[in-house]
């Protein structure tokens, strides 16, 4: 039994260089033979790492479907048409575009997907609307997803893209919050007919502009900021 005087991986008899650093081997007892056996194996098995993502999307695809039509029989059977399991239908289909279509593309695009998840969720609030008989969606609804989207769609941007430096973004970040309750009380309080002082949205708004300041300051004393980064492993 011979080794490697490189890397020390056990060689078989006759072997003329090493398998795995390919170094040369220089044995005058244990000359090179083609015939000779080796302990490991001839050819290497390699495993592919990549996900087949369209097959993964077709199977999450059709394990969705299912509840959707076990649903479906069974309020055609108790009711005899189709009534709360279209509700099931329209979630299911909000879960499709959200966390199953992406996986038909190569690249996660977040911009048009994110946007495509505002429209799922805005379309299914306006079945809801339509089927319930209610008068809420483009006074409520509609108004409260586009600004949600939007601002999640910008912040999602920001921080994919690293447009600024960390604590910049966080502030962005921390700020597009503290506007977001903002404006989702004025949108409430016009629907009901009130006044559109906002007030509760203080309580977030307030925090999150103090914390942002905070971390503009932070990216402008460096020492404290390599410090952070390093205990929080930045």
């Known amino acids: 039994m011979s080794y490697c005087v490189n890397c020390g991986v056990e060689l078989a008899q006759g ?10 081997v220089i044995n005058p007892s244990s000359p090179w033979r083609e015939s000779a056996s080796r302990p490991y194996p001839v050819r290497l098995e390699k495993i592919s790492k990549k996900i087949d993502r369209k097959f993964f999307a077709a199977l999450a695809g059709i394990i969705l479907t299912i509840p959707v039509i076990i649903t479906i029989l069974c309020d055609l059977v108790a009711a005899r048409a189709i009534t709360w399991s279209a509700y099931v239908a329209g979630a299911a289909a909000v879960l ?14 977040t911009a048009p997907f994110l946007a495509a998840d505002g429209l799922a969720i805005m379309l299914y609030l306006l079945f809801i609307e339509m089927a319930s008989g209610g008068n809420w969606f483009l006074s409520l609804g ?8 939007a601002i999640i769609t910008a912040d999602a941007l920001i921080l994919e893209k690293k447009l600024f430096p960390v604590f910049v973004s966080a502030a962005i970040v921390l700020f597009s919050v503290g506007f977001l ?10 629907a ?26 932070l990216e402008r004393r460096k020492k404290l900021k390599d410090e952070i980064k390093r205990r929080l492993f930045f």
């Open 96 to 109: 499709f575009v959200t966390f199953i279509m992406p996986f038909y593309f190569k690249k996660y695009y």
């Open 142 to 149: 509609l108004p409260i997803m586009v600004m949600v989207t």
């Open 192 to 217: 009901a007919s009130e006044d559109i002082i906002p007030r509760w949205s203080f309580f977030v708004l307030v925090p999150c502009v103090a914390l942002g300041i905070s971390a503009l300051v």
């Open 181 to 190: 309750c903002i404006c989702l009380e004025i949108i409430i309080r016009t």
């Open 15 to 24: 072997e003329k260089c090493c398998p795995l650093c390919d170094t040369e």
